[in-house]
């Protein structure tokens, strides 16, 4: 799923465990409750996606690896600058 273009998509609760997202397109995804364990999210483009409640995955990961999270909101709840 590397590339992919997954804007604005409903992903809630969906299985990434795994999963190949690098450079992908996850801007105003709906990736809430999402298990995130393993995932690659290198340079994937995360701008105002909404990972509440996401497993697998933590704030500090997700400001390694993605490619932007400008106004993402994180696993935790907290909104990213």
Known sequence: MSDADLHRATLSDANFSGANLSSADLS???IS???????NLKDTIL???NL?????????????QAGSLEGTIMPDGSKHP
Do not use: F, M, Q
């Not at 509440?52 to 390694?64: F, V």
């Open 28 to 30: 105003s995804a709906e």
């Open 33 to 39: 409750g999402a298990n995130l364990s393993g995932a």
């Open 47 to 49: 701008d105002k996606a």
């Open 52 to 64: 509440r409640h996401a497993e697998g995955i933590i704030k500090e990961e997700l400001e390694e």
